[in-house]
């Protein structure tokens, strides 16, 4: 069967493949122009389904996600739904706790629901009167000359349709990047880390949050690593990362309790020992990902976006923001070439694509930073150095993090100024060391210090001591 959405007095045509988060966001851009969009996804309506499938790390939404909902009119209501998280909170091995802002005072990042987001997005396309939802619909082929997509219906039935402009949103594992695989000098990679997630579920103590609700409380452990988000039903949502020969060597409940009792003692009381066998056998740890392509079109005919385009692993809390971001520079660029899609989407690859690889590696190394660093002294130090430094110059020195999460910075951009910050503000502290070291040899030496005033304020000082010990 082949139907044409060709229209009178139209203009062109938009197909959105994948009705994800990214996907519905596109859809509501398209329309907003007066595009007629019609947005396609494999799986049914999820805000008609009893069970929602995919995947459910919460997310982290922050200023570029949230520039784009702004954009639809939809901001206020999410942000509405969401918990605001201040800083981490740091959880040792002994108990203790100790936040970490992620920026100055006012600042945050918000826990939300993909979910629930996602039934939002859809339910803010649909508004649009030229946009068509058609659920339940997999592609299975495309063709790039002609824009004659072929879909699978679950009757087993086929449906062809065409469309000017494809977009290609349909996450890590992309149907529609398929085409691009076929094609000549496309650059693709995708890299599996070693470590896979598992999600356990803390519920609530007395109606109550167990902890405090405005943190993402971490358990750093070196070489693996839990976090806990807040829900607004009063859940936190505890996501344990770690190598997954780590996961296979637990197989029976005690040996669960065993390790949790080893690793995170204080989340024991709050989980539960049955809730957390529970939900520890549930499910099998779960793989991550990273897809690195490029371009992200051809011609004018279609356009990767999301995590088909740029599929990143989950620890910055960007893999959301930056697909979002995607619909802001590509509106961006419409604006700037007048809807020309021969110039629209080269002019979108040659911008996007340096930014998606660089908020790709920040996210492998924050995974290391998160579940190590935040140990280490030095990295508390330098912390404290920089937000120092921002706060006396706020237009020299900025923090990796505040450029990633708190503006629009371009990702590639905000890494450069970083590694050149960190090589400034290194040697500042290496020649103030010196200087320090330098200085005190000098005074000394100007002035030496009485050797019998300082045996007699020694032997002052081991008498105080010994008399403390004798109370």
């Known amino acids: 069967m ?11 045509v938009v197909a959105v493949v994948g009705g994800g988060l990214v996907g519905a966001l596109n859809a509501c851009f398209f329309a907003k122009r007066g595009f007629d969009v019609e947005l396609f996804e494999s799986r049914e ?3 008609r389904a009893k069970i929602v499938k995919g995947r459910s790390i919460n997310l982290a939404l922050s200023h570029r996600g949230r520039q784009a909902l702004k954009h639809i009119g939809l901001e206020e209501k999410i942000v509405a739904q ?25 600042q945050y990042i918000l826990s939300v629901d993909r979910a629930n987001l996602n039934k939002e997005l859809l339910t803010a396309a649909e508004t649009y009167p030229n946009t068509k939802m058609n659920f339940d619909h997999k592609l299975q082929d495309w063709n790039a000359e002609t824009g004659l997509m072929t879909f699978a219906r679950l009757d087993g039935s086929k449906e062809q349709v065409k469309a000017d402009l494809i977009v290609g949103c349909d996450g890590a594992f992309s149907a529609v990047r398929k085409q691009f695989l076929r094609r000549s000098r496309f650059d693709y990679s995708q890299t599996y880390i070693p470590h896979g997630y598992m999600e356990l579920t803390m519920l609530p103590i007395n109606g109550e949050f167990a902890m405090k609700p405005n943190y993402l409380h971490i358990w750093p452990r070196n070489t693996f690593m839990m976090i806990a988000l807040p829900n607004l039903d009063k859940t936190f949502t505890c996501t344990l990362f770690m190598p997954f020969e780590d996961f296979e060597k637990i197989t029976t409940g005690d040996e669960v309790i065993e390790f949790f009792q080893k690793y995170f003692p204080d989340t024991i009381p709050l989980i539960g020992a049955d809730t957390l066998q529970r939900d520890y056998f549930r499910l099998p740890a779960q793989a991550m990902v990273s897809v690195k392509c490029n371009p992200y079109h051809i011609g004018d005919a279609c356009v990767l976006m999301g995590d088909a385009a740029h599929a990143v692993v989950p620890f910055y809390g960007q893999g959301m923001n930056a697909g979002f971001e995607d619909c802001i520079v590509f509106d961006e660029i419409m604006d700037q070439f007048n809807e020309d899609f021969s110039a629209v989407l080269p002019e979108y690859t040659r911008v996007r694509v340096p930014d998606d690889h660089a908020i790709a ?3 492998m190394y924050n995974y290391i930073e998160m579940r190590a660093h935040v140990n280490s002294k030095w990295f508390l130090f330098r912390k404290y150095v920089d937000n120092i430094l921002y706060f006396f110059m706020p237009k020299t020195i900025i923090p990796l993090y505040t450029m990633v999460t708190f503006t629009r910075t371009r990702y590639h951009e905000a890494v450069k100024r970083w590694h050149w910050q960190n090589k400034v503000i290194n040697r500042g502290l290496l020649l103030s060391a010196v200087g320090a070291v330098l200085g005190s040899s000098y005074l000394l030496i100007k002035n030496p210090p009485d050797i019998n005033k300082l045996i007699v304020s020694a032997e002052k000082m081991w008498d105080r001591l010994v008399a403390l010990r004798t109370l």
């Open 2 to 12: 082949e139907r044409s959405t060709s229209r009178q007095s139209r203009k062109k």
């Open 361 to 363: 590696d920040l996210a």
């Open 82 to 106: 969401g918990i605001p998280m201040h800083a981490r909170m740091i959880h040792s091995l002994n108990g203790k706790q100790s936040p970490i802002p992620y920026g100055r005072k006012g």
């Open 45 to 47: 309506d999820i805000r």
